[in-house]
């Protein structure tokens, strides 16, 4: 190995997988392949697209992602058991660079309360499990899940038995948060002291962040060895979520004086990540996360915006056109034709088809009209929430409110419903509730309402509103957006939304021992 190839950490994102196991954060099929697509085009080195055991729609999704992406290796994630591992691998087999990601419990706590197993059966369920995915696919991961947590006898023995079946990759998850950085460096230090064919295997992380450490976890673990990463876009994962990528990724990359180390990441696409996967789960980022938030590059400080006019480094330190931040302001206006409209859609890195870009262009005429400013994240809102409307059974015609103290508050409505055009009127206890018995009097349901949420896209009374909408039902829950100048509006096309994908939703039901 090359002193470059020692210095070099594979990105894993498993922002498909972990991810989408944060409740409300289910993607649907085309979903997953538009995430895994922008994953490659940014240069992830690995996508775990999924648990294809866990459901049809899960297999099924793995299996579509396996045959669109081409660079990177894309990961199925499989228990101990042959059933789950051969499903696996019938989901995986189709791809240009497939890896069985397998995993089994070595926790003491794990293996007595969870698996009920003795460690002996434990280690020659790893060694089995191994071998067996070995035989099936030249390119095999194991997890210990607990691993931070698991004596470390157990843990180099099992470690050493998985490398000797054939796993090219070791990953060791700090599966309930628990660890600190320095605790976490020492234990891949010694799995490097004691593990006699360690260098067979490349030494993986994947730290949870229920203590919010999950991203100094990783880099103590680079530095002590580790060259893979595991993590997802916005730190989305279940409980308290998994380790940023983003944030994994500038700090290599910024303080590259202590940690000399790269990836093969493209930065530029951070933003747009970032914004795909809030939109997709319905899951905002907050304002001060960083990277990503709204504030990370934004001074208000009268003492910083003296310092920034002087030179940008005094309280920049990186700049935000590293992560893919465009400074433009001022973008359209109503006077901007299709040429110039498609020009910037696709410096804002989307490329539509004629009829989707008609549709999409219309929509900001419309706008125009409405905002005397259009910026670059008003075009954003705008074209993801065409995007998201493809083939869509229902669709948004057109609404008409009546609200005020006095009341009553009543919705007038059309939809499309499948080729159709229906008309309704409802009431409700306020304008969004006249709103939603509106629609659900045209699209009679049992979903209950989880979540309402409304955000301003940008600045001003006349800034596009973005309204997230999670609808549960049958123990399902899907999300919703809609974004428009009136918030009413957005709203509706928010809930029509989350009604589309609930209406073709697959079953989806994982299994109990998911790893984390």
């Not at 060259?227 to 997802?232: I, K, N, S």
């Not at 208000?300 to 940008?312: F, P, T, W």
């Amino acid at each position: 190995m090359s002193n470059s190839d020692k210095d070099r950490v594979y990105i894993f994102d498993t922002t498909l997988r972990d991810g989408e196991q944060s409740p409300g954060a289910s993607m649907n099929l085309e979903e997953k392949l538009r995430v895994a697509l922008l994953l490659e085009e940014m240069g992830v080195d690995i996508i775990e697209a999924g648990f294809p055991i866990a459901s049809q729609g899960d297999f099924e999704a793995v299996r579509a992602v396996a045959g669109k992406v081409r660079n990177s290796i894309v990961a199925g994630l499989a228990r101990a058991g042959k059933k789950d591992i051969d499903r696996a691998w019938e989901a995986l087999k189709g791809a240009k660079r497939p890896r069985i990601h397998t995993f089994l419990s070595t926790s003491p706590l794990h293996m007595k309360y969870k698996l009920q197993m003795e460690p002996q059966a434990v280690h020659q369920a790893v060694i089995d499990s191994v071998t067996h995915a070995r035989n099936l696919c030249d390119d095999v991961e194991w997890s210990p899940e607990d691993g931070s947590r698991t004596e470390h006898d157990f843990l180099c023995r099992t470690v050493e038995s998985a490398i000797k079946a054939g796993a090219s990759t070791i990953n060791i998850p700090d599966t309930v948060g628990y660890a600190v950085p320095e605790e976490f460096a020492q234990l891949i230090r010694m799995l490097f002291d004691r593990v006699p064919n360690i260098g067979k295997a490349i030494v993986s992380v994947h730290c949870h962040n229920d203590l919010g450490l999950a991203v100094a976890n990783s880099l103590a673990a680079v530095n002590a060895g580790a060259r893979q990463v595991e993590c997802t876009i916005n730190g989305l994962g279940e409980r308290a979520g998994n380790a940023a990528l983003e944030e994994i990724v500038m700090a290599l990359r910024t303080r590259h004086d202590r940690m000399p180390y790269t990836t093969g990441i493209k930065t530029e696409h951070i933003t747009k990540a970032s914004h795909l996967i809030s939109t997709i789960t319905g899951f905002p980022v907050q304002p001060n996360k960083a990277i990503v938030g709204a504030n990370a590059f934004a001074h208000e400080s009268g003492i910083h915006q003296d310092g920034m006019l002087k030179h940008a480094g005094t309280y920049e330190i990186m700049t935000p056109e590293s992560v893919g931040l465009n400074r433009s302001t001022l973008v359209m206006g109503k006077h901007s034709g299709r040429h110039a409209f498609r020009a910037k859609l696709k410096e804002l890195g989307f490329e539509l088809g004629d009829n989707a870009l008609e549709d999409a262009f219309k929509r900001f005429k419309d706008l125009a009209d409405k905002k005397k400013n259009v910026y670059d994240d008003d075009l954003v809102a705008l074209v993801e929430d065409e995007v998201v409307r493809d083939h869509a059974r229902l669709k948004f015609v057109s609404l008409q409110v009546m609200c005020g103290s006095r009341g009553p508050q009543m919705a007038d409505l059309e939809l499309d419903i499948d080729g159709t055009v229906h008309n309704v009127q409802a009431r409700g206890d306020g304008p969004v509730d006249a709103t939603f018995n509106a629609i659900k009097k045209l699209v009679p349901h049992t979903a209950q309402l989880q979540l309402f949420q409304v955000h301003a896209v940008t600045e001003g009374t006349d800034a596009q509103a973005k309204v997230t909408v999670r609808l549960a039902e049958d123990g399902k829950s899907v999300n919703g957006q809609g974004s428009d100048t009136d918030t009413l509006v957005a709203s509706a096309r928010a809930y029509i939304h989350a009604l589309n994908k609930l209406l073709t939703k697959r079953e989806k039901t994982a299994p109990a021992a998911l790893t984390a």
